[in-house]
C-alpha cells in the first residue's frame, strides 16, 4: 500500500498569503496525483489532478505541481474561502489512498 | 451537471446489515467507474471500493473484503453497497464518487451516515 504523508497537519495564515502544502509518496506513483477540498460539513472536492491539472472551475490561484514521490499545492493568495481541509490522493496503484489531510486555519 | 444522491444511512447494531444506494443522474452512467469513499467523525478519507462501468473490475479496501459488496444496476442509473457482518470501525459518512475514465474522483454526493452501535 502506498502510503501519503501530508505536511504540515495544520496551518495558521491569514487571507492574502501565499500557502504550500506538500504530500509525499511512499513509493513513486508517476503523475496520477490527485487534492481535494473539504469545508465542514461538506463533500470533498476535486481540485487538481493528475498533479498539476486544475478542475473544471477552480480558481487560478490553486496551483499543482510534483511527480514521482513529491507534491505540492499552492494557492497564491488566500481567499476566505480557501480555510478548510486539504487531502492529497493516488490512483497509481491498488488500494486508492488519501493523506491524512492538511488544515488551513485563519490566524 | 453529474448529480449524486446516497441514501440508506441509519444507525444498526454490530454485526448487523445494512444496504446504501447511490442514484446518478447528469452523465452516462455505464460509461464511468464508481466508487464508495468513507469518512469516519473527524477523521480522513479513506477508500472503500470501486467497481467498473460495466459491473467487472471490482476492487476493495482490506478492511472491508469479504463484509462489503458492491453492484451497480445500469438500467435504474444506481449504485449499490452491501454491508454484512458491520463493526463499531464500520461508523462513517459513506460517500458516493463518481471516476471518469478511471481517472480522479470528479463528484461526489452528498454522503450518508452509518453508525453502528450497540
Known amino acids: 500500500e502506498i502510503v501519503l504523508t501530508q505536511s504540515p497537519a495544520t496551518l495558521s495564515l491569514s487571507p492574502g498569503e501565499r500557502v504550500t502544502l506538500s504530500c509525499r509518496a511512499s513509493?513513486?506513483?508517476?503523475?496520477?496525483l490527485a487534492w481535494y477540498q473539504q469545508k465542514p460539513g461538506q463533500a470533498p472536492r476535486l481540485l487538481i489532478y493528475d498533479a498539476s491539472n486544475r478542475a473544471t472551475g477552480i480558481p487560478a490561484r490553486f496551483s499543482g505541481s510534483g511527480s514521482g514521490t513529491d507534491f505540492t499545492l499552492t494557492i497564491s493568495s488566500l481567499e476566505p474561502e480557501d480555510f478548510a481541509v486539504y487531502y492529497c490522493?493516488?490512483?497509481?496503484?491498488?488500494?486508492?489512498?488519501f493523506g491524512q489531510g492538511t488544515r488551513l486555519e485563519i490566524k | 451537471e453529474v448529480r449524486l444522491l446516497e441514501s440508506g444511512g441509519d444507525l444498526v447494531q454490530p454485526g448487523g446489515s445494512l444496504r446504501l444506494s447511490c442514484a446518478a443522474s447528469g452523465f452516462t452512467f455505464s460509461s464511468g467507474a464508481m466508487n464508495w469513499v468513507r469518512q469516519a467523525p473527524g477523521k480522513g478519507l479513506e477508500w472503500v471500493s470501486t467497481i467498473g462501468g460495466t459491473g467487472g473490475n471490482i476492487y476493495y479496501a482490506d478492511s472491508v473484503k469479504g463484509r462489503f459488496t458492491i453492484s451497480r444496476d445500469n438500467s435504474k442509473n444506481t449504485l449499490y453497497l452491501q454491508m454484512n457482518s458491520l463493526r463499531a470501525e464500520d461508523t462513517a459518512i459513506y460517500y458516493c464518487?463518481?471516476?471518469?475514465?478511471?481517472?480522479?474522483?470528479?463528484?461526489w454526493g452528498q454522503g450518508t451516515l452509518v453508525t453502528v452501535s450497540s
Open positions: 464518487a463518481h471516476r471518469k475514465n478511471w481517472g480522479p474522483f470528479d463528484s
Open positions: 490522493q493516488q490512483r497509481s496503484n491498488w488500494p486508492i489512498t
Open positions: 513509493q513513486s506513483v508517476s503523475s496520477q
